[in-house]
């Protein structure tokens, strides 16, 4: 990468001088003026500009002057300007003068110190349009670095910030679960053991989806169908489970485990709250070009929306981290005794 930059600065050297000697020799010859000594003139002019402006450029990089304060490098770049202007000037005046290369119109050498204060007053924007040139051109490649950088950076907090939310979910559901079956074990030791072996099945689903930011909706419904096969052992008839699933919408990408985290917080902060027990109803549909996601559940809310409970705080994060404010998600609480969690999410 090192000997690619190299390569890129001396064709960009290069090609700068070897284009302003075109431009000289152009408007010498467009005025009629160009004599024997003027392509010598030029050539040693060009010489010397390439030798003393990559001195100049490793003064810059020695001293880390890009790295600096914006002030301080357009200062000291003016400074490093007059400094070399003056340099450069010293070498080339004497070479015109020893050699006559420039003269007036009459045919005569000019003095030296006409000459002097012409070649510095000459190479003054010269060498500035120099440093402006390789000044925006590290700075473009500076800031479009910075910018790839910062997405690198947002993009790994992002998946940190992700990772550290699916840590949680898996300890979080195993827990509610295994207090679920703890229930089963004096009332129905059979049926806790059929629970068991169902809850084996649900880890070794929701580990195969572990590493992915999405799966299809009808990996996550097979998730949730066993999860709620689990709860309506310990159950029985106080929960009633209900379906409303456009097919349209199976494969569609759901952040995994999310809905299943929906359906375990209905059922521990509603269903399971009353004496009659409740229902359960899961519809997935295509509104105004948006997936939306809904968990019913029998209960009522008691400001639980507004508490840190895990579900809503999973849910609302891995949505902001995943899609940002083309997702949203919010729980009321309806008419009918019901209160509903709604996810909308934008369609693939």
Not at 136 to 165: G, P, Q, S, W
Not at 246 to 253: C, G, I, K, S
Not at 294 to 317: E, M, P, R, W
Request: glycine share 4%.
């Amino acid at each position: 990468m090192k000997s690619l930059r190299l390569s890129r600065y001396w064709v960009f050297q290069f090609g700068g001088w070897g284009l302003f000697a075109l431009i000289n020799v152009f408007f010498t010859w467009l005025f009629q003026r160009f004599e024997p000594n003027s392509l010598q003139r030029i050539l040693f002019f060009i010489e010397v500009g390439i030798v003393f402006s990559h001195f100049m450029r490793e003064v810059i990089h020695r001293s880390s002057l890009l790295l600096k304060d914006l002030r301080q490098q357009i200062l000291t770049l003016i400074l490093l300007t007059i400094v070399f202007s003056f340099f450069i000037t010293c070498v080339v005046s004497p070479f015109e003068q020893l050699y006559e290369l420039r003269t007036n119109a009459e045919g005569q050498p000019v003095s030296y110190l006409s000459l002097f204060i012409t070649n510095f007053i000459s190479f003054i924007p010269l060498l500035l349009m120099w440093n402006a040139i390789y000044f925006m051109y590290h700075f473009i490649i500076k800031t479009h670095k910075l910018e790839v950088d910062t997405v690198k950076l947002e993009a790994l907090v992002r998946e940190l910030e992700l990772n550290t939310i699916k840590a949680h979910i898996n300890p979080h559901f195993i827990f509610n679960s295994l207090n679920g079956i703890r229930a089963l074990i004096d009332e129905n030791p059979e049926r806790a053991r059929t629970a068991i072996t169902q809850l084996s099945s649900i880890l070794r689903s929701s580990l195969s989806t572990e590493k992915a930011e999405t799966v299809s909706l009808e990996q996550e419904l097979k998730i949730v169908k066993d999860y709620l096969a689990l709860e309506s052992m310990r159950f029985e008839d106080r929960l009633k489970i209900a379906f409303d699933v456009d097919e349209r919408t199976l494969n569609n990408p759901v952040p995994p485990m999310m809905l299943q985290t929906l359906v375990e917080n209905a059922i521990k902060h509603g269903v399971s709250k009353q004496m009659k027990g409740g229902i359960i109803k899961i519809v997935s549909d295509i509104k105004q070009n948006q997936h939306e996601l809904v968990v019913q559940n029998t209960g009522h809310l008691n400001g639980y929306q507004k508490s840190s409970g895990f579900g809503i705080a999973s849910t609302k994060d891995r949505l902001n981290l995943l899609y940002g404010e083309k997702a949203s998600f919010e729980i009321k609480q309806l008419d009918n005794g019901l209160v509903e969690a709604k996810v909308l999410m934008p369609l693939r």
